[in-house]
């Protein structure tokens, strides 16, 4: 009985601690829209906060706890922060904590612990530019044989089928 709640107050912890991250990162944004002479490369900055606690996490096998809440928060703030540096590395290893997508074999492929999120519509269709550069990179005739493809099938799923007009509507016009 007493290991049992030693283990529930050690995963209670745990989830305080990721909270604790995430209320750090918010007073640092915070401080630096204020204080903008201390922090000349805000964006960077920031982003580089997130990419080195969430790789912190990562190694501990924290990621999953308070429901993935500084992983979603990574994701978010990657995305809309206008960096100068290169975090493509850290974004598919954020991608692939949520929902288990490679990308590029050796990069984003770590396992955190995370349980695997349900890819839906709206997240899908955002991922296309992500998923666009990195097929970029890739010859066609690697394309078929990489992890990628796996990913573009995930996201081809996810983002349901495009409805084309009948012929009836075009009839009409």
Avoid at 16 to 28: M, S
Wanted: glycine fraction near 2%.
């Amino acid at each position: 009985m007493s290991t049992k709640n030693f283990e529930k107050s050690k995963d209670r912890l745990r989830e305080i601690q990721v909270r604790l991250w995430t209320l750090q990162y918010f007073l640092l944004q915070e401080a630096a829209n204020q204080n903008q002479v201390m922090f000349p490369d805000k964006d960077n900055d920031l982003a580089d906060y997130l990419c080195t606690v969430h790789f912190a996490l990562g190694q501990r096998l924290y990621c999953k706890h308070s429901n993935r809440q500084f992983v979603k928060l990574v994701r978010t703030e990657l995305n809309s922060l206008e960096t100068t540096n290169d975090y493509t590395a850290d974004m598919a290893q954020v991608l692939y904590d949520l929902y288990q997508m490679k990308f590029v074999v050796g990069q984003g492929d770590f396992d955190h612990g995370c349980p695997t999120e349900t890819l839906d519509k709206k997240t899908a269709l955002s991922l296309i530019p992500t998923v666009m550069f990195y097929a970029k990179r890739l010859h066609i005739k690697d394309l078929i044989k990489s992890d990628l493809r796996v990913t573009i099938e995930k996201v081809q799923a996810a983002s349901g089928k495009t409805v084309s007009p009948s012929p009836a509507m075009h009839n009409r016009k």
